[in-house]
């Protein structure tokens, strides 16, 4: 069934924004990649880690969607910068398994708060705005969410569910610095 020209214009007008908001969070990662001496696909890899759980090198690849021979180069910098480290998995020896220095960690927890800031131009909306934008957007990253459909195959995820309401600067609404609204 073809929708109404107006539904579609308005449809077509909602993508037109979220690519600017996609495209300005791709630049704002860009730089906050360059403020801690990494690459975007650096960046974007660390982040998918877990500090807490180490992850296979295949599982993190089907993770960020990519080739297991592109993990090794990101793997080898961020292990030289100390932010990583390679084990063996203890269950099979053949099994290289990643897992987050605690150096590492507390630069992924600066990397992430950086990451995690919205616009400044968020700042000039109400507090109802601000909710209301907050769960519009929740929604929409829940419809999708790349991070269950892993879960749910068992690959295990870094990025955890934000919370049901914004209550501090801590608890990010937005991702922007992933420049994905996923």
Not at 9 to 23: A, N, P, V, W
Not at 100 to 119: D, Q
Request: aromatic residues 4%; glycine residues 6%; charged residues 25%.
């Amino acid at each position: 069934m073809k929708k109404p020209s107006g539904h579609a214009d308005l449809e077509r007008g909602i993508g037109s924004l979220i690519l600017r908001l996609t495209e300005a969070g791709k630049h704002n990662s860009s730089a906050v990649s360059r403020e801690f001496g990494l690459t975007e696909p650096q960046c974007h890899l660390f982040l998918h880690l877990d500090p807490e759980k180490p992850v296979t090198m295949v599982a993190l690849a089907v993770a960020l969607d990519c080739d297991p021979s592109n993990i090794t180069g990101l793997v080898d910098k961020l292990e030289m910068k100390g932010y990583i480290q390679r084990r063996l998995d203890p269950q099979d020896r053949r099994v290289k398994m990643i897992v987050v220095t605690a150096a590492g960690s507390k630069v992924r927890a600066e990397l992430l708060a950086r990451m995690s800031e919205p616009p400044q131009n968020v700042a000039f909306l109400s507090q109802t705005d601000k909710k209301a934008l907050y769960r519009i957007l929740r929604e929409l990253v829940e419809v999708d969410d790349p991070a269950r459909k892993l879960k749910s195959a068992g690959v295990p995820t870094a990025v955890e569910p934000y919370a049901a309401e914004p209550v501090g600067a801590h608890q990010r609404a937005v991702a922007f610095g992933a420049g994905k609204l996923h």
